[in-house]
């Protein structure tokens, strides 16, 4: 199963996350919150696998996220 640890303001940011997190070996996904809306305004979801997700919020935090 797969739970949101992060929601980020932008895709750049989102990628940003996506990208440290794979750099240290997690499964990663990343979905835009609204459908209907500009990339550059949107919200962005990041998801890990719940079994993970312990760790992922210790390296989020690490990382100053």
């Known amino acids: 199963m797969?739970?949101?640890v992060?929601?980020?303001?932008?895709k750049a940011r989102a990628d940003h996350i996506k990208?440290?997190?794979m750099k240290e070996?997690?499964?990663v996904k990343v979905k835009a919150?609204?459908?209907?809306?500009?990339?550059e305004e949107n919200f962005y979801?990041?998801?890990v696998p719940q079994s993970e997700?312990?760790?992922v919020h210790t390296i989020?935090?690490?990382n100053g996220f």
């Open 2 to 4: 797969w739970v949101v």
């Open 25 to 27: 070996g997690f499964l």
């Open 45 to 47: 979801e990041i998801y």
């Open 33 to 39: 919150v609204y459908k209907n809306v500009a990339a």
């Open 60 to 62: 989020l935090m690490e």
């Open 6 to 10: 992060y929601m980020a303001q932008n």
């Open 53 to 55: 997700a312990q760790e």
């Open 19 to 21: 990208s440290i997190l």
